[in-house]
């Protein structure tokens, strides 16, 4: 049994990420440039209002140019659609970012595809996708990207293993899946992806080398559902009812008390890949920005 893993923390990542975004950011604004996102908040979900408020906070802490426009959860597809095209005409925002999930009326995938793929920070436009499934990325997912950059800080190689992918969404799972199967550096893994018609989870879980688990299921990862020495990523943050002042706890997608014991390497919630998706996206605005030179 392994007793002390590597503690992957996204945290520390995400500093040393910022400390270089920031001469990047001194360099654009000696340009009269500025990054700036704008932020369409739809509804009032308490998860995405905590997310939206967290990606704010840091671009106004890094003097960034960030807007949140909050619409009402009965908006209709026109309007958002309006709202779309006018910022994508808008200098002041290199990105744009719509929360997700919308409301049910609307549909998703139209809203992303008017998004400009130029503006498209979160990387879910349909072109981007595409050059990120033919190796050539422009935009990447602001998550998946950030669980590479923890791989590639901790000097995890992923050629020659065996990554197991629980989930195949499109905002982690499938863009996860794609780039660490990618024939490139850092990557070049042997990537399989598990989804909610997988049988027999854990056949698959206890052959991998790294384990990243993307479900939105409390604790779903068990001790017993991996190898000794195995790398655990944990992208799920769920929130789970306690005493506590806010009256919930936050926990991942693994069972990390357990899990913990057995592994080489774990990623903690909090403090993993939430603050790597945060960094990840001011990186893609300032890319975007940079792109407007
Ligand atoms: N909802 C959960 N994660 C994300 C994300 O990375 N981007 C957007 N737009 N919505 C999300």
Not at 150 to 169: A, Q, T
Request: hydrophobic content about 40%; overall charge positive; some cysteine.
């Amino acid at each position: 049994m392994m007793s002390n893993p590597m503690i992957l923390s996204g945290k520390d990542v995400s500093q040393s990420v910022y400390k270089k975004l920031n001469e990047q950011i001194s360099f654009l604004k000696s340009k009269n440039i500025t990054p700036g996102l704008a932020v369409v908040l739809v509804g009032d979900d308490p998860a995405s209002r905590v997310y939206v408020k967290a990606k704010t906070k840091q671009f106004n802490k890094l003097d960034l140019v960030s807007k949140t426009i909050q619409l009402p959860a009965d908006t209709i597809e026109s309007d958002l659609l309006n709202l779309i095209r006018k910022l994508n005409q808008n200098p002041l925002y290199h990105g744009i970012l719509v929360q997700l999930p919308l409301p049910k009326h609307l549909n998703t995938q139209n809203i992303i595809e008017s998004i400009s793929p130029k503006k498209d920070v979160d990387g879910f436009h349909p072109e981007n996708v595409g050059h990120l499934a033919i190796g050539d990325p422009k935009f990447i997912p602001c998550t998946p990207k950030g669980i590479m950059r923890i791989l590639s800080h901790y000097k995890i190689e992923l050629n020659g293993k065996h990554v197991v992918v629980l989930g195949r969404s499109n905002l982690v799972g499938r863009p996860i899946s794609i780039l660490t199967s990618l024939k490139q550096a850092g990557a070049n893994g042997t990537t399989t992806l598990c989804h909610s018609a997988t049988k027999n989870i854990s056949f698959f879980t206890r052959s991998a080398d790294v384990v990243i688990i993307a479900l939105g299921v409390p604790e779903f990862l068990t001790v017993d559902m991996v190898k000794e020495g195995a790398i655990v990523i944990d992208v799920g943050i769920n929130r789970i009812d306690s005493n506590t002042e806010k009256g919930y706890r936050l926990v991942g997608d693994v069972n990390f008390e357990s899990v913990a014991t057995k592994v080489s390497a774990i990623t903690p919630v909090p403090g993993g890949v939430g603050p790597m998706t945060i960094a990840m996206l001011v990186e893609n605005t300032v890319e975007a920005a940079t792109q407007t030179l």
